[in-house]
């Protein structure tokens, strides 16, 4: 990912088309990492015994009632990250491009708390799985956000 940053910084400073390029790359690799954690939110609230992955692992094995709830509002929070990365990339929902234009820094902050969060879990299994799974999509929607 190191060579694609610095390609994607090297052609953007050049105004280059092939930052364009490398910038729907971004976009695309958070999608990717959006519906794989929007995948794995889904089965935690529909009862997988992955409790330990989230939440610090105070749920280990199914998650309670109430934490399957909130399992599905993060889904929904996650839909609306990749709306706003989505348009701001340029991919599709053009006539949002000015909200995204500022809600993609809500988004960077978002994920800067998340991967701080994860990372510093009490669970290693959240620290090991999602902890990079949140750098790598901080590191696509900062690339994503100084286009």
């Not at 190191?2 to 999608?31: Q, V």
């Not at 491009?97 to 299994?125: H, M, Q, T």
Request: hydrophobic share 55%; net charge positive.
């Amino acid at each position: 990912m190191s060579w694609l940053i610095h390609r994607y910084i090297t052609n953007y400073a050049n105004n280059s088309n092939e930052g364009e390029k490398e910038k729907m790359i971004f976009a695309y690799i958070f999608i990717g990492l959006t519906v794989c954690v929007t995948i794995f939110q889904l089965l935690l609230a529909l009862g997988a015994p992955w409790g330990e992955f989230t939440m610090g692992g105070r749920f280990p094995g199914k998650l309670p009632v109430k934490m399957r709830i909130a399992a599905l509002v993060q889904i929904v929070i996650l839909l609306l990250f990749a709306t706003i990365v989505i348009s701001k990339a340029g991919i599709a929902f053009g006539p949002f491009f000015k909200v995204a234009k500022v809600g993609i820094w809500f988004v960077l902050a978002f994920f800067i708390f998340g991967s701080i969060v994860n990372l510093s879990s009490p669970s290693k299994k959240e620290k090991l799985v999602m902890g990079p799974l949140n750098i790598f999509a901080l590191i696509s929607i900062f690339m994503v956000a100084i286009s």
